[in-house]
């Protein structure tokens, strides 16, 4: 036998035995013993003779085979032996299973577990009869497969984890089995939990866990399992909860879609790496191999303190357990017990080191062997350089319109029944007199109420019961349609109207009645598209080109180096959206696209996107409009009532700014009453058509675009007629948005129907939605900054504390360093912050940068170019970008106005129909001046830009930016393909500010997505033509957006930080107490952090705002940036509330 482990040792195999199951093994320790003894020995030190007498420490594993031959077992157990007085001996399985404990193998140390069919019972007696010293207790095995004991210690310890309630079905405890559950929580003997919640089998063994999410996000449940090939979760649309076993439910905790396992060897030594949440999509991500992608993470010192006592309470040397970083705490959220990380070379050594370190330190006295644990240099930390003068992105904030959307509508109506006051008064509607409407089960007690007051009505003949009737039968409609509520869908919103309607609008009757009423609005459609979702996924996957990096297995694929950072904690993501679904719905599959998930958005929604409903951060209330906005919507009103053609003076009121896309469109409409009668008539003739079609028996059954019927798209035009022209014969200009959006909305997606005339309608009220839609947000440029200042203060408060707080990096959670080569600063982050709201926060965001005086455009000639550019665009459509980028030049003093640089980026969205004729066209994303045009790398692999970084960053003059450049945007480097059918978006040279010669046929809509890459000017190109339309009949065409122009690439952090001040305290004393009214609760929140922030954000001397300081320009940013979900964020609108019930940073 000892002939045989001689081979063994010789042949460089594992050093350690597989233990005999015969009497012979006692035999085998005491003669044999010195042969094993000499063969380690010799290893070290061949001459040494003595050596061979020392005795040995005999280490016996004791688990199932599959674990012990494992090979992160074997890469351990290999290291181990190589500790001259150590040997270690594997039980085999059919010993452990099968022979009695008096003929296990001895050992003088054991490392025992469990796991699946071990016999936990069998080991403990072994450890009984032998006493040898055991790495991980087993007693306390038993409490760890039971999540129940697990909590219970994690309590008694104080460790953080979830609230939690335990709901055990024992017949012989019924006390302990309260359960109530409702549409949107559960209650738990007497514990409430709102959705979303963790509902988890009390078995630790039992990986079935659940998770279920609210109505507002589209309900149903994502259900967990232990990895099966690459999935680890699936998404299900059941909501109620399981009503056989035992369960802890938990509250769901917001960690921004990453787990972090943490791995324990001993109190002392604990190794962290995170991997994607199970519970996001349920894709595992692995890497060429196949194995699970992991990153290692640091631990902050109170999460050190966590994994000591974690280890020590569970009396586990070898011990791994879950951590969810959320709200800038940690929660251990479960315990596994024994394991090992897998695939780090690294871990392997410190864990082999530190078990025998701990071997050898308890044991080595009984042997009499001479032991002291060796004294190591510590880890040298790898110091942070800059190559040339290339700088570092530290800071991507976005405001982003919604995707496409199916048309929105509304019908109002006076309602004065005392059913509708009780809802009202059950609601709390009493407390500000407004009471919104939006969760399932009250939506189908406004539908109670119509349908018992309709079968009331059906008696009564008069004409108001009649017009009260066709409302009351149109409210019922639209609440019974798609067969099911959700809050994305529609919602009913009730005004208090303590004198009744003060005077009837073009829809109501006009007959008074005395005494109070409720203004009763119904608003629905509105829903994000499949084009809309499609849209916003490829803007999420474009996104991630504008992070630098890319290492390993994703070297030269662009934007791949924010996925492989996105669980390493280096980059700190917050995505917010406004609390209308479709609003939530496009930050989900946004930020799909960005971190590449895959599966459906509810579980996206609830994880990634925080609700910002507060305060008006991102959602407005259209209902109460300034009175800045109710002058200029009157003015419009006046204006556009004028039976003649436009004069000069109109053009002075209607356009005082002169910009093109207002004075090309007031050309086209000419005379404004004319062509609101063409535009009626042409309304006429579409319903007309539609009548036609509904009565043709092969149109019966025809299926529309996104599920909508002729009947619902005739519903739709019709109340479009009735309500654009009032009966005294004039129209009603509020409307024409109305018009624009639904015959857009047709003429993309239900163009086959082959309507006549349809393109001359879209033509026509599209040069009316051109004036009407801007001019809504004021005419005159004063008009627009107070308008835009009551809309969008609380946000642009927002971005600057967004600005001021990328310095505050040390709380954050970090990558660990010896992980970071190739990353300029391994103990730095990237901020990004992603707001999605509606059009009026991006019309009244872009009002403040043009007109707030962040720019002369007398002195500054990339302002004005790109002031000419913006008053070009004719509409900010779905998808329009408003992209702010900081980045920090190591290079320069940390108090240099030129340290940190501040690029202000936009895009108008998506591609109108016919949009190739006029666009106009801005010089590109980072432009960069010719001497570098003919020097493009590719853009994936931070090799090639360090060496090409440094030749751009060089050039020592400002860049001639109205210069055309003879670039073609390129398509070639690292372009993807999804669904292409053409190869429309290779065409046209880069930087044309004026409409473009390139024509396409109208049938034939542009499929070609361009996107924005890191080095200057390259562009980086996604296609796709047509989309799956999610089981709906027919395929429509996804429009494609508009690539990111550079309106400024040289302000300097200082001057946007004064601008965004000064832009706070102009606004007049009454939009300054309007805000203040809208936000004491982010006042009170933000403040004292912005002040502490300012104090640490050291300012040189004031620079005038209109002048910027003429240095070199430079195009590169930094380190390859990682997503990461915890860190503090910046105080924002919604730290303390949330669309789910739950505390989100």
């Known amino acids: 036998m000892s002939e045989s482990r001689q081979a063994t040792c010789d042949s460089g195999l594992p050093h350690f035995l597989i233990g005999s199951k015969d009497d012979e093994r006692r035999e085998l320790e005491e003669t044999d013993m010195s042969n094993i003894s000499r063969f380690y020995g010799e290893e070290e030190e061949e001459d040494d003779e003595d050596q061979s007498m020392e005795p040995q420490i005999v280490v016996g594993i004791c688990s199932m085979m599959k674990k012990s031959t494992s090979k992160p077992m074997t ?133 079935n866990v659940y998770i279920y999410y609210p109505t507002s996000a589209g309900g149903g449940s994502q259900r967990l399992f232990r990895k099966i090939g690459s999935r680890s979760s699936v998404y299900s649309p059941e909501s109620t909860v399981r009503k056989t076993g035992s369960y802890i439910y938990e509250e769901f905790m917001p960690t921004d879609g990453t787990d972090v396992k943490v791995y324990t060897v001993g109190p002392d030594y604990a190794h962290a790496e995170a991997r994607k949440s199970p519970a996001l999509d349920g894709k595992v991500e692995r890497d060429s191999e196949g194995k699970e992608i992991r990153y290692p993470v640091m631990l902050t010192a109170m999460e050190k303190l966590v994994a000591r006592k974690v280890c020590l309470a569970f009396k586990q040397t070898v011990c791994g357990f879950d951590l969810l970083r959320a709200n800038g705490h940690s929660f251990v959220c479960d315990v596994n017990g024994f394991s090992f990380v897998k695939n780090s070379m690294k871990y392997y050594d410190d864990c082999a080191k530190v078990l025998g370190n701990m071997v050898m330190r308890e044991l080595a006295p009984q042997f009499h062997i001479p032991w002291s644990i060796p004294m190591e240099a510590e880890d040298i930390p790898i110091v942070p350089t800059t190559s040339g003068t290339m700088m570092e992105l530290r800071c991507v904030i976005a405001v982003i319109r919604h995707g496409d959307r199916t048309p929105k509508q509304k019908m109002k109506m006076e309602v004065r029944n005392a059913l509708f006051f009780d809802l009202f ?226 053009y002075q009121k209607l356009a005082p700014t002169s910009g093109p896309s207002l004075v090309n469109s007031m050309g086209v409409i000419g005379n404004p009453v004319r062509t609101c009668d063409q535009v009626h008539t042409l309304i006429r003739s579409l319903t007309s058509q539609i ?25 739709r035009w019709s109340k479009l007629e009735r309500d654009f022209r009032m009966k005294n014969g004039r129209y009603d200009i509020s409307k024409i948005p109305d018009i624009y959006d639904c015959i857009k909305y047709d003429t993309q997606h239900n163009s086959s129907l082959g309507l006549e005339e349809t393109l001359e309608l879209f033509r026509l009220s599209r040069a009316l939605a051109d004036i009407i839609i801007p001019q809504e947000y004021g005419i005159t440029k004063a008009e627009k900054l107070d308008i835009a200042s009551a809309y969008c203060l609380p946000l642009v408060k927002k971005i600057q504390l967004d600005l001021q707080r990328t310095h505050e990096d ?100 998506v591609k109108g129909c016919k949009d190739e004729d006029n666009a106009p066209m801005g010089f590109g994303f980072r432009p960069a001046s010719s001497e570098n045009h003919e020097k493009q790398t590719d853009p994936g692999s931070l090799e090639d830009l360090s060496q090409d970084e440094p030749d751009r960053a060089a050039l020592s003059e400002p860049m001639s930016i109205h210069r055309k450049s003879p670039l073609i945007r390129n398509r070639k480097a690292g372009s993807m393909e999804v669904l292409s059918e053409s190869n429309m978006s290779s065409r046209g040279a880069a930087f044309r500010i004026f409409p473009s010669s390139s024509r396409q046929s109208p049938e034939i809509k542009p499929s070609g997505l361009e996107l924005l890459s890191m080095p200057a000017v390259k562009r980086f190109s996604v296609s796709y033509a047509r989309h799956p339309t999610n089981g709906f009949e027919g395929c429509s065409m996804v429009p494609s957006i508009y690539p990111l122009e550079t309106l400024h690439n040289s302000l300097s952090l200082k001057q946007v930080d004064e601008f965004l001040t000064a832009v706070c305290k102009n606004g007049s004393e009454s939009q300054f107490k309007r805000f203040k009214s809208l936000s004491a609760m982010f006042e009170s929140h933000t403040q004292p952090s912005m002040d502490a922030e300012s104090q640490e954000t050291p300012l040189s001397t004031p620079v005038q705002l209109s002048q910027p300081p003429s240095r070199p320009l430079w195009y590169s940013s930094g380190p390859p940036s990682t997503v990461s979900s915890s860190g503090p964020s910046s105080p924002s609108l919604t730290e303390h509330s949330s669309n789910f019930g739950f505390n989100s940073e």
């Open 75 to 207: 890469e351990i157990l290999e290291r181990l032996c190589k500790f001259e007085y150590i040997t270690v001996v594997i039980f085999p399985e059919e010993v452990v299973l099968h022979e009695p404990v008096e003929k296990w193998p001895l050992c003088d140390c054991l490392i025992s577990f469990h796991s699946k069919g071990f016999p936990l019972d069998r080991a403990v007696s072994y450890a009984k009869l032998r006493n040898p010293l055991l790495i991980n207790d087993l007693n306390m095995q038993y409490f760890i497969q039971d999540r129940r004991e697990v909590y219970r210690i994690l309590q008694e310890e104080g460790i953080d984890l979830p609230r939690y309630a335990v709901l055990n079905r024992d017949p012989d405890r019924p006390e302990e089995c309260n359960l109530v559950e409702s549409e949107d929580h559960v209650e738990v003997n007497g514990e409430i939990f709102h959705k979303p919640f963790v509902e988890k089998p009390v078995c630790a063994e039992d990986h």
């Open 425 to 650: 008064e059950k609601y709390g509607g009493y407390k500000t007199g407004k009471l919104k409407l939006k969760k399932p089960k009250q939506l189908q007690e406004v539908l109670d109420i119509a349908r018992q007051l309709l079968a009331e009505h059906v008696q009564h003949n008069d004409c108001e019961i009649e017009e009260k009737k066709s409302k009351l039968e149109q409210l019922k409609t639209v609440l019974e349609m798609y067969g099911h509520f959700s809050g994305i869908n529609r919602k009913v919103q009730l005004t208090y109207l303590p004198n009744g309607q003060p005077k009837a609008s073009s829809e109501e009757e006009d007959s008074q009645k005395e005494g109070p009423s409720l203004l009763l609005v119904l608003k629905w459609g509105g829903e994000l598209t499949p084009a809309g979702r499609v849209q916003a996924e490829e803007l999420g996957r474009a996104f991630r080109c504008m992070y630098p990096g890319g290492q390993g297995d994703y070297a030269g694929f662009p934007g791949c180096g924010l996925l492989r950072l996105h669980s390493t904690y280096r980059h700190d993501l917050k995505i917010y959206a406004s609390d209308e679904g479709r609003v939530q719905m496009t930050a989900a599959a946004f930020a799909k696209g960005l971190l590449a998930l895959e599966g459906e958005l509810t579980p996206i929604l609830v994880q990634m996107v925080k609700s910002a409903n507060m305060n008006g951060l991102l959602d407005s209330d259209s209902d109460s409009l300034t009175d800045c906005q109710q002058r200029v919507k009157a003015r419009l009103h006046e204006i556009m009532q004028k039976n003649r053609d436009f004069n000069e003076e109109d």
């Open 691 to 715: 009548c036609k079609r509904l009565e043709d028996p092969k149109s019966a059954n025809l299926q529309l675009y996104h599920s909508e019927t002729l009947e619902l798209m005739l519903q």
């Open 810 to 909: 040390e709380a954050v959670n970090k990558l660990h360093p010896l992980y970071s080569r190739g990353v300029m600063s391994p103990g730095r982050h990237v901020r990004t912050r992603l707001y999605f709201t509606s059009e009026s926060h991006v019309h009244s965001l872009l009002s403040i940068f043009r007109y707030g005086g962040l720019l002369d455009e007398l002195t500054d000639e990339q302002w004005k170019q790109a002031m000419d550019y913006l008053s070009a665009v004719t509409e900010l459509n779905y998808m329009t970008q408003i992209v702010i980028m900081l980045y920090e030049d190591n290079n320069k003093d940390p108090s240099s106005e030129e340290r940190f640089h501040v690029e202000l980026h936009f895009s108008p969205g």
